[in-house]
């Protein structure tokens, strides 16, 4: 599961011509939920880069702690919290990479999930919205997860659902069907992402250094050859 994010700065009109940047992209070396993280949502027919809560909290929702921070792509459906969202209000994060933590005999080995060139990545999400009084509202968000490819897989069963740039405005416009939408929510390609090990630093959401991102060895990648 997608517990923390890499955020370095990005050029996000690059990566989107055309992109409306209401606010600043949020940074970080080792971004958490429950904090405010940027988003790309369709605003007036255009992509538009906004910042909201990571953890999805609709009206109802009494306890800040059970907002959930992922929704696995496969159930979008039987939960209405879920379904209503997917239906019109999809999001994407800006990002450079995702960790994930393996299984070793004595401890979990975090490492750093990112594109092979490390260009950036765009993330699926869903988001909602609930007034908090008359003038006052308040958005947040949920990463959609798919089940890692093959090689990944031992890091981790499932990543954030990869959304290629060339998609973002039949992922983002409310009008795209669910699903028309939803053939986008799969496994990344074998020889897209690669994997480095990285300090254990990065257990710690309080750390925020460099040293979090930082590889500790080499890039495990998918080798076509080898297959």
Not at 190 to 209: H, K, T, Y
Request: charged letters at 20%.
């Amino acid at each position: 599961m997608a517990g923390r994010l890499y955020i370095p700065q990005l050029d996000m009109a690059r990566l989107l011509p055309g992109l409306c940047q209401e606010t600043p992209l949020l940074t970080a070396n080792n971004m958490a939920p429950r904090h405010p993280v940027s988003h790309i949502r369709w605003e007036a027919g255009r992509p538009c880069l906004q910042q909201v809560f990571w953890g999805l909290t609709p009206a109802w929702l009494t306890v800040l702690d059970h907002a959930p921070h992922c929704a696995r792509a496969e159930s979008l459906d039987e939960r209405p919290m879920f379904r209503e969202a997917f239906a019109s209000r999809r999001c994407l994060v800006p990002a450079g990479g995702v960790y994930l933590w393996k299984l070793q005999p004595r401890f979990k080995q975090p490492f750093l999930v990112t594109r092979v060139d490390r260009g950036p990545m765009l993330l699926a999400g869903i988001w909602c919205r609930y007034h908090t009084n008359l003038t006052e509202h308040r958005d947040s968000m949920a990463l959609v997860t798919v089940p890692t490819n093959d090689f990944l897989a031992p890091l981790g069963d499932r990543l954030p659902a990869l959304i290629d740039a060339h998609d973002t405005a039949t992922w983002l416009d409310p009008n795209t069907p669910p699903e028309a939408a939803r053939t986008l929510l799969r496994s990344a390609p074998l020889e897209l992402l690669g994997a480095f090990p990285v300090s254990r630093r990065v257990n710690n959401p309080a750390n925020q250094d460099a040293a979090c991102a930082h590889p500790t060895g080499p890039m495990l990648r998918w080798n076509e050859e080898e297959t």
